[in-house]
């Protein structure tokens, strides 16, 4: 079992940044591949990057490339998402989510197995 508790969520300007942060539970979280997600009101759930279990492999949609930066540090147990440039259309619930080994990258929602509670980023134009 692994317990995911994201932090870091806030309110910032377009043009601003903010840095995710996700604490995991667990001993075998330096197997697993973790991903972050995002929902804005109204809308389905929507993947924004992934990292491999070793830190060496990244993946993005194309809709935050090269504006976010996601890591981890699994001595912390912990995963990072680096947001800068935020757009307006980035304002959604951010939730860290956690896969068992096996494909990666995931993509979609359901291939995740642990969720996080989820943490509010909200950037005003």
């Known amino acids: 079992q692994v317990q995911l508790v994201e932090s870091g969520g806030g309110l910032v300007q377009a043009g601003g940044s903010l840095r995710l942060s996700c604490a995991a539970s667990?001993?075998?979280?330096?197997?697993?591949?973790m991903g972050w997600f995002r929902q804005a009101p109204g809308k389905e759930r929507e993947f924004v990057a992934a990292?491999?279990?070793?830190?060496?492999?990244?993946y993005y949609a194309d809709s935050v490339k090269g504006r976010f930066t996601i890591s981890r540090d699994n001595a912390k147990n912990t995963v990072y998402l680096q947001m800068n440039s935020l757009k307006p259309e980035d304002t959604a619930v951010y939730y860290c989510?956690?896969?068992?080994?096996?494909?990666?990258?995931?993509?979609?929602?359901?291939?995740?197995?642990?969720w996080g509670q989820g943490t509010q980023v909200t950037v005003s134009s």
């Open positions: 667990g001993r075998t979280f330096g197997s697993y591949g």
């Open positions: 990292i491999i279990w070793s830190g060496g492999s990244t």
């Open positions: 989510a956690a896969h068992r080994p096996g494909k990666w990258p995931r993509r979609t929602a359901y291939e995740y197995d642990y």
